[in-house]
């Protein structure tokens, strides 16, 4: 839907492995969204960017009481962060970091 600008993805959104692999195509493909915010979920990171790096539009990322401690998770992000140049904020409210999330 090319009005929709923000999508909002919270814990009572039931999402398991193949949802965040779909959600990660589509995102990939919009050219609308300006803004993507995941809180309290338990978030497959590899599954959602792998489609989520090839997204160019988003402008904030903002998640929140998500464990992103884990390495291999963090790093799963790194090609949608490199290669989104209109990216501008990231939000990490609450977020379990540990030395990945600073590292990255």
Known sequence: DPDVTRLFVHLKDY???????R???ILGANATLL?????????DVSGLCDG???????????????????A???????PFLSRCPSLRVITLQQCNL???????
């Open 98 to 104: 540990g030395q990945a999330g600073i590292n990255l």
């Open 72 to 78: 291999g998770r963090m790093g799963e992000l790194v």
């Open 35 to 43: 803004e993507l915010c995941l809180r309290e979920c338990d978030l």
């Open 15 to 21: 999402f398991d492995g193949p949802l965040w692999m």
């Open 23 to 25: 959600l990660g195509e």
């Open 52 to 70: 989520l790096k090839e997204n160019r539009c988003i402008q904030t990322l903002d998640l929140a009481v998500i464990d992103l401690r884990d």
